[in-house]
């Protein structure tokens, strides 16, 4: 049982019970009262990381909130596995950059996975630079002949192509590198970080994969100097779900909000997300005292940037009957990005991206919070219905989900800057995933609108969720979307 520390008491109205009222209450100030804990918390911890201290010092903080306002919250606890990634690819000379990972670069999946920390000269094999027209037209690294004239301790630069990832490994270990950068073919569909795997047993050199763009950038520089390191470290560590139910409302006719409350390692996660925690949580304090219709269920995910684990962990051992009870999920995963657009997920697939099935209902969800937007005049727009947030484990059981994003890594159009302002050509989070997501790294506009969306939605179907039940009745069956088809 964690340890568990009450603070002042709330301020809920009863009354809060339209859209326009708890609007008013959930306030941009209350939001970012939370904000500033979680930033303390990280600021004291490192980090607020699943499995780390400061992850449980959040824990804490939410549960004795929740406490405050009248609720009394479940801690759900689950193991998963724990993993630390220390790895560094970094540039020293010329000049020094030093690459992020998982959006700049990563480790590889080899099995088994040679560790180590090498700094050395950067020589290019055989690169096809600009990329060829179509996929797998590089062959660099696949032959022996590809490393002629290569010499024993620098770091091999390999572009991915025709051949395995592990037959370009143990070419360039024969020719002596000391390590390997691969990176990314370069055509459409083939920039981003791609994950070697296969068989590395005999392979004793630390490998890395980066972007094309990291790929590209390392081959235009004259005989760089860089640092390869992979340090990988796993053990099982215990995280926490916090979960919390109305007082009032039909126990059969549940409406789930949730967000994931853990932040990635080495940063504090203040949009990610702690943004999307701190408007659900005011959401829930200013929603205390309503008598609502439906049975309200708030959550705050653990381990969600190790895999969405803790959704996932809290929707396979919820049994059906339960699961059946769950008349739809509203997800918010970042809300307040600093150079932000209002983006609703797809859940009509109007925009014909979804990778997943889309249960029904999720239309009728994306219905209202478009009409939040148009009844403030605010542009909005589809994000694409991906899964990939801790709906993901909703909708894997056909449960209808929706919710709201601002941005993360992806670039800003110049259309989407004249529509919401902001920067065009620069990342709707600039800080995404780095020790710079912290307090500063917000759009407090953005922040403010989408806590009112936030409160409007969850109140909204805590009256009434007919929109919805009219396509997905509670209380019955509603089959199971392949949960393979989650990504």
Not at 99 to 123: I, M, N, W
Request: charge should be negative.
């Amino acid at each position: 049982m964690l340890p568990l520390a009450v603070t002042g008491p709330a301020l809920a109205d009863p009354n809060n019970n339209s859209p326009a009222k708890l609007t008013k209450a959930v306030t941009l100030n209350g939001v970012l009262r939370h904000l500033d804990a979680l930033q303390a918390i990280a600021t004291a911890n490192g980090d607020r990381a699943a499995g780390r201290p400061g992850y449980q010092a959040s824990v804490n903080y939410v549960v004795s909130q929740l406490n405050a306002a009248g609720y009394s919250p479940t801690v759900q606890a689950f193991d998963f596995t724990y993993l630390e990634d220390n790895s560094v690819l970094d540039v020293i000379a010329p000049f020094p950059v030093s690459y992020r990972k998982d959006l700049d670069f990563t480790y590889s999946d080899f099995e088994p996975r040679a560790e180590g920390d090498v700094t050395g000269t950067l020589q290019a094999v055989d690169l096809v630079l600009p990329p060829g027209a179509n996929a797998n037209t590089s062959s660099s690294g696949c032959d022996a002949a590809d490393f002629a004239g290569f010499v024993p301790g620098h770091i091999a630069l390999i572009q991915r192509g025709t051949c395995n990832f592990t037959v370009k490994a143990f070419n360039a270990q024969a020719a002596g590198a000391a390590a390997v950068i691969f990176f990314n073919e370069g055509q459409p569909g083939r920039t981003g970080i791609v994950i070697p795997i296969g068989d590395a047993t005999g392979l004793t050199i630390p490998v890395v994969s980066a972007t094309f763009d990291v790929g590209n950038q390392l081959a235009a520089l004259p005989s760089p100097i860089v640092r390869v390191k992979v340090d990988v470290n796993t053990d099982t560590r215990t995280a926490w779900n916090v979960l919390a139910e109305s007082r009032y409302g039909n126990a059969n006719n549940v409406v789930m909000a949730g967000a994931h409350l853990d932040s990635v390692q080495n940063g504090p996660g203040i949009n990610d997300n702690g943004s999307g925690s701190a408007a659900l949580l005011e959401t829930a304090i200013q929603m205390s005292k309503v008598k609502t219709n439906a049975k309200v269920r708030f959550a705050w995910w653990g381990a969600e940037e190790s895999g969405l684990l803790g959704s996932d962990h809290y929707v396979t051992t919820l049994p059906q009957a339960e699961q059946d009870k769950i008349a739809l999920y509203l997800n918010f995963d970042m809300v307040g990005s600093p150079n932000h657009f209002f983006g609703i997920y797809d859940g009509d697939d109007s925009s014909g991206t979804a990778p997943v099935p889309i249960p029904p209902g999720s239309a009728q969800i994306e219905d209202v919070f478009e009409k939040f937007y148009a009844d403030r005049g605010l542009p909005s727009e589809d994000t694409e219905f991906s899964g990939r947030s801790d709906y993901g484990p909703f909708i894997a059981v056909n449960i209808p989900a929706g919710g709201l994003f601002t941005g993360a890594e992806d670039i800003k159009s110049a259309e989407q800057a004249a529509r919401y302002g902001g920067t065009a050509g620069v990342a709707f989070d600039p800080c995404y995933h780095q020790p710079c997501d912290n307090r500063s790294n917000l759009n407090l506009t953005a922040l403010d609108v989408n806590a009112d969306a936030i409160a409007t939605a969850v109140i909204t179907f805590a009256f009434d969720t007919s929109a919805v039940n009219g396509v997905r009745a509670p209380g019955k069956s509603h089959g199971r979307a392949p949960r393979g088809s989650v990504s």
